[in-house]
């Protein structure tokens, strides 16, 4: 049973997510800061909610990308 919202926060997970390292595109990325909360974007090191418009354009670009990686990808043949 959780107690407060304190403690619903606390046991959902952290907020802010810090990734430590990751390559993408062949550029390692360091201590990089992600959004723990669906619908929430970092702005000036606070979680900002993201505008129905944002998540739109979030979304389709989405899809684009994954249409568009899955015809390069298959253009690889070994």
């Known amino acids: 049973m959780v107690d407060s919202f ?41 979680l900002k909610r993201m505008s129905s418009s944002e998540r739109l354009h979030r979304k389709r670009g989405a899809r684009r990308g994954k249409i568009k990686r899955r015809a390069k990808m298959a253009r690889h043949t070994y």
């Open 6 to 46: 304190k403690d619903y926060l606390e046991e959902s997970g952290p907020r802010i997510k810090r990734i430590r390292f990751r390559i993408r595109g062949g550029k390692v990325q360091r201590n990089r800061r992600k959004s723990g909360v669906k619908g929430f974007t970092l702005r000036g090191g606070r």
